[in-house]
Each structure stands twice: as structure tokens, then as C-alpha cells.
């Protein structure tokens, strides 16, 4: 049985039949992605601002300077949404108005709560970095006192989240069918391209761990 | 000479130093992602809403059907900020809290203007398609009358946008320099994966076009 929507405001009203509102869904897609975008208002004015999250059980954490006006402005606990979106590909149609993209996409809405606690705010910081690179905390040091002072983290709960996600060949109308033009999927994905690039103070002969290998193995173009 | 922020709205505060303001900069950015974020807020709530978009001129351009939300919120000029990021390597740090990421951002802010006359209206959908594959408008059907109709076409000037890019190594901290861990960029890009997929009711030999191949050569991982 297809999941109702959270609240009536997560529901997706154009194409129903791309939307999922199962949590084993939604965390696939966010657990995929590297940056979502926050949007929040400022003055009357909507901002959609990039930065990186990580999801950690039910909820999504993002971070910044205390001193940024995002992390200001969202510690007040104003309505935010988070915005997650993966390209899968390009479709080509034979009509120019069926051209579409393959995609899977999440959209939270509600408020973001600061984390104060420490042990919880050390946790938070570890699921970003766990997330840029599985068994990368161990290996490097962990945020300082002061550190953790200047950085506002921030837990958007996943309560009100939905995806939509497009899969599939184009869908033409009948009579272009017979058009004597290609048409279908060019598949994308965002891969690792080329050697790591090693920090130039980095002593000669340092080893990538298996932390680094692990995830250029996950997004190396596969033969 | 930087050039300056075009509004203090579009001004970057955090990291100025990646700040661009200069057109051919924004262009750059826009022109090479697929997929915008549409800002806008709905009863009181902020939403992040993916969408496929071109840049045309001086405008982005983006479309949805008539009857959606978000084209009919869009449509009566309520502020709109369109977000565009393109995620370029994940910068691996030696502590914690350095870890970042390469990106390149554009953040437009302003109202979308629904596009009514019908020269200009296909002109829009021209660009929309020729974005997904330059070439590709001369080989596929135009948009009937009735498809024009159905579908709100909405231009928001670039008049006050803002960019925002990371480049280069990991920057920690002095003390932090001697840990024996391995630190640099991971280089990403999206990527045409594999072989494109034909439509299912493609006619057997039906060859890519020009259109076809040039995108899968530009987006093609290089060997």
C-alpha cells in the first residue's frame, strides 16, 4: 500500500504517481546526496543556500558559522525547508514539451533546532564527516572547545518530508511517435573524476586510507 | 577590480573572498547546471521546489504546468529566489571541522514574470530544449497551441544574483598539519553513464543524432 502523506503541505499534487513518503525512501535519497538547500526567509525575501548535511536518524543536521545570518536567522526557529535533489538523467522526447529530467528529490519542511549539548553537538559533527567519508572520524581530530562554540548546528527533524522521483523513458503522445528522431535516457550520475588531489602539505608517500578509498571505489565511473 | 554586490540582499557575507558578482561569472555557473531550486513560500512556509531551468539572455527561464502550485504562487509575483549549485570535489580536512566542499553557487533573488505573448513564450521552450541538448529543437515537434496553453513559462531577471565558489586544497589549522592522514579534494562531476537508453518504442536503428552525441561528449567521463 502506497504511505499517505505526512501533512497536507508535503503532499505532491503534480504527478502523485512520482511521490514516495516512506522513510525508506526518502533517507535512500538524502543518504545519496551531498548538498541540500536550505530555504528560509529574510525580510520578506525567500533564500535558497546551499551547504552540506548529513542525515542522522531522523533528522537532517546542516552547520555553520555562528556568526552567519543562515544559522542566525534559523536558530530563531522560523519555518525552514530542506531541499535534496539527484539528476539521474537527461530525458529526450520527440515533442520539445516532453523533454524531462530523471531525478529523485526530498523536501522537508518545519523548523530547525539548534544542538546545544555537547556530546550531541560532537555526534552532529560526526555524521557530516562520516557522511563526506565512512571511518574518516576516527583519523582526524575532533572539533575543540572553541570550535565547537563558533559553529551552529542545526536538526531539522524529517516529521514533514516527502520525494518525488521520475524514472523512465520519455512519454511522447501517439502521434510522434513515427518521428524520425532519437529519443530516451542519457543516464548521469556525479562521479569521482580522474586522481585525488593530494593537499600540497601533505608529506610525500601519505597513503589514501581506506576511509578515502571507500568512497572513490562508491563513485568511481564503473567500467 | 572585484565588481560589487548588485543589492546588500545578494551581498555574501561568509567567505566574501568567494564572492562573484561579474555576469560572465553567473553565466558560467547557470550554464553549466541542469536543475534550479525555486524558492517561495506558500501560507507562511518556505519551499525548496527542483526544477529543470535555462538561462536566456538576462533571464532564467523555468516551467511547470498551469495548474500547479508552484506556477500559480510564481505567477503572481510573489519574491522568488532561484538557487543553482554544482558540487565539485569534497574536500577532506586533517581535523573535523575544516572539512568542506568545492561548489559553485549562483543565488538569484527577485519575481518570476510569467511569459503570455506566444513568440515569446516558444522562444523560452527553445531554450529549455536546447539546454538538454543543443541542436535538438530543429528535430523535435513544436509545442501545439494547446501545449502552450497548459504550460506556464516564467522568466526571472538576473538583475540582482550573486555567486558564490570554493576552489582548491583543504585549509587547516597549522597544529593540525603534522597529523599522518591523508588530506585533498576528491574531484566530482556529473557524468553520462553507460550507454544512452532508446525509448522503448524507438524504431530498431534509429541513430543518435548530433544533438545526442554532443551532449554524451561533453559529458562523457574523459579518460
Redesign the interface.
Known sequence: MREAAPSD?TKV??HPERARYDRPSIDAILDDA??C??????????????T?FARDGDRVIVH??A????TKTLATGV?????V?L?D??V??????H???N?R?V?V?GHAQPIEDRVDKVAA??A??ER??PG??E??????DA?LRS?TILAVPLDEASAKVRTG??V?DEE??S????????????????E???????PAG????SD?RG??ER?R??P
Open positions: 503541505r499534487h503534480r551531498y548538498v538547500h536550505l530555504g528560509f526567509r529574510v525580510e520578506g525575501q525567500p533564500f535558497g543556500i546551499p552540506m555553520g558559522s556568526a552567519s545570518r543562515m519555518p525552514v525547508s530542506v531541499a535533489t539528476l538523467g537527461l529526450l522526447a520527440r515533442s520539445a514539451t523533454h524531462s529530467m531525478y528529490s523536501v519542511v559533527m560526526r557530516l564527516v563526506i567519508a574518516r572520524w583519523r582526524v581530530r575532533e572539533p575543540s570550535e559553529t523513458p520519455p511522447d510522434d511517435l518521428r524520425d528522431v532519437w529519443a530516451g535516457v542519457l543516464p548521469l550520475a556525479p562521479t569521482a573524476m580522474g585525488p588531489i593530494p593537499d600540497p602539505g601533505l601519505t597513503h589514501l586510507g578515502v568512497v572513490l563513485l565511473p564503473k
